[in-house]
């Protein structure tokens, strides 16, 4: 049991040591679902990185945005502070990105070798921090030490690379460069990426952010893991598109880009195979259903376990029942995405931590091929991140080449 505890609280905690091979890494920031509860923050990993299914995190201010109608295809950072951390350390020297600061304020590049750092230019946790305003002004900061000042020409945008060698600091911005010494020397081969930004009112912008190598090993798919659907039960497909590949309806519902169908008898698996064949069929049961005379149609191609209050070892023991009553049939864990009577008090904390105890439970069970989960309650934006999350796990595999 301790070790099961420990295996869920490790989907949560902030990705450690891994072996990996170094690999270049991209991120366009196209194509995201910009949704009022994440954002689009980590929507479209695989396609918008091209390899790979590198998660952002949130760790300083409240508005961050991914493809928003406004500032389309790009990273937006709004706030007097804000930044986001990449969950994969850069393990190499060089970093570039277009930076766009509002009229206003600040773009900032922070490199740390701490993963709890708030990502601010001149915290006391940082190797090395990169400040830019629109006026072309730059700043270099390190713990310690004076702030070393530069400036290029004043544009809208920004193409900024930062290639590190010991105390030495190569600085290219749209082909002027600087060459900077640094007081302390920012050891490469382990460093947490910071996006940042500030103003008081308009937001700043980032896009095409490429780090030449980066360690991947905590966000990879497990070898020979059998997962590989994550799907939404009575979601629109447009509006899962960037973190699902499957997207099923009861019967009776609007089925335009539905794959097929979630049924929860027999009679309506024969009807629904009948009328649909082309279509695909998961019958959902309950944990209380899963006993020693449980029948699955054979009819139906997928069989779904449905347990909203059920703990790990409850939950598992299932698992291994339906295991033993569906021969033959791939198996799915139907976890919540909003609160479900009989525990219908559940808060945003606690369904987001169902989605990583789901997920370990998968991990330890081969026959489970995916997730159906259902769509978030408004307001549950936590929730709706560790969706997000789990669904990069399951359908990308950030080896990023390497």
Known sequence: MIIRLLAVAALTAVPGVADAAPAPFQDNFDGAVHTELTHGLNDNLKQRQGTGAVTYSLVAGESVHVNDPRQPGVLSLRGTRTAVRLDAPSTGSTLSAKLTPAADGWSSIVLARSANSTGDPSSQDIDLGFRLRPNGSVEISQPGRPVVRSSVRPRATFGVTLRLAGTALDLAVDGEQRKITLGTAVPTGRLWVYLGAGSPAA?????????????????????????????????????????SNLTLVEPG??????????VS??????????RFPGKKILFAAPGSAIDDTFAVPSEV???????????????????????????????FLLPEGSPQAPCADRTDDALASRQYLHLALARQHPRFAGFLVTPVAPGFARTADAQ???????????????
């Open 301 to 331: 191609d997928w069989v779904g376990l449905d347990d909203h209050c059920g703990g790990y070892d409850e939950i598992e023991a299932t698992m291994v029942k339906l295991e033993q009553r569906a021969p033959g049939k791939e198996l």
């Open 253 to 262: 519902a609007e089925q335009r880009g539905a794959d097929g169908f979630a």
């Open 388 to 402: 997000e999350r789990v669904a990069a796990l399951v359908l990308g595999d950030a080896r990023l080449g390497g």
């Open 203 to 243: 937001a700043s912008l980032v896009d095409d952010l490429r780090i030449a190598a980066l360690d991947s090993g905590d966000l990879r798919k497990p070898p020979g893991s059998a997962l590989r659907f994550y799907g939404y039960l009575g979601a629109r497909a447009q509006d899962v598109r960037g973190h």
């Open 265 to 274: 008898d027999a009679g309506t698996a024969r009807e629904m195979r009948k």
